[in-house]
């Protein structure tokens, strides 16, 4: 793993729920783009995420945050993330459950990155005892079937500079959970891209490739305290 300065100048060089998708027909199933398969002794990185972490608003797949990331790190990026997607909102869009597919992968993961959260803002009221739920039994089934992978949850993405009430009650329930089961927390994601609209695409709810390399940026960080 390289230091800190060397992955900055990369980073450098290389510069939501359905209704953010335009309705359901517009969200896209689960994509991997990382290739075949791991190179011999590669570190396996999972992501389980949204748009934000599928990379809709690039302009290349190689421009999302997790694909800088896992490409400076040299590891093997696993990222069936799905845009829309939250622990309740559109689960199983696509056919497929991402907690599945990040379980059963071969080889096992070494590191799982969670990056979910905000497309359950847009959910009822009614529905908070049922992301609450969900988002402890994601985290312990990724403990308890992937005991040695390194579980590591960030807080999830916001995109506007306005807030609902929901947005830090996820937060709290997401970090709470990630104490339970033990796994790594990151602070302060959803205020990443706060005051900056230049980092967002033409939807205005996107980052662009500018603001995908500040979340890796970020992310690098915030993994290299944590001692990844």
């Known amino acids: 793993m390289r230091g800190r300065d060397s992955r900055r100048g990369v980073f450098a060089a290389i510069v939501v729920a359905a209704a953010l998708c335009g309705g359901l027909s517009a969200c896209t199933a689960a994509s991997d783009r990382s290739g075949s398969t791991p190179a011999p ?6 992501f389980y995420g949204d748009s934000y972490t599928r990379g809709t608003g690039t302009s290349a797949p190689a421009r999302r945050w997790s694909s800088i990331l896992a490409a400076e790190r040299g590891w093997y990026e696993f990222n069936p993330s799905v845009d829309g997607l939250g622990f ?7 056919g497929a459950d991402l907690v599945d597919l990040i379980v059963e992968h071969e080889p096992p993961p070494d590191v799982i990155i969670v990056t979910m959260g905000l497309n359950d803002n847009f959910l009822a009221p009614s529905e908070a005892d049922d992301i609450e739920a969900a988002i402890g ?5 990724f403990r308890e079937e992937l005991p040695d992978a390194r ?3 960030v807080e999830p993405f916001w995109y506007t500079d306005e807030r609902p009430d929901s947005v ?5 329930w997401v970090e709470e959970a990630a104490d339970r089961v033990g796994a790594d927390h990151v602070d302060g994601a959803s205020r990443w891209l706060e005051g900056h609209p230049e980092w967002m695409a033409a939807d205005g709810i996107h980052p662009n490739d500018d603001g995908h390399a500040e979340i890796a940026r970020r992310m690098d960080e915030e993994l290299e305290r944590l001692g990844l």
């Open 41 to 46: 002794g590669a570190t396996v990185a999972a």
């Open 88 to 94: 309740v909102i559109n689960r199983g869009l696509g």
């Open 137 to 141: 039994d994601d985290f312990e089934r």
């Open 151 to 153: 579980l590591v949850v």
């Open 168 to 172: 830090e009650r996820i937060i709290d």
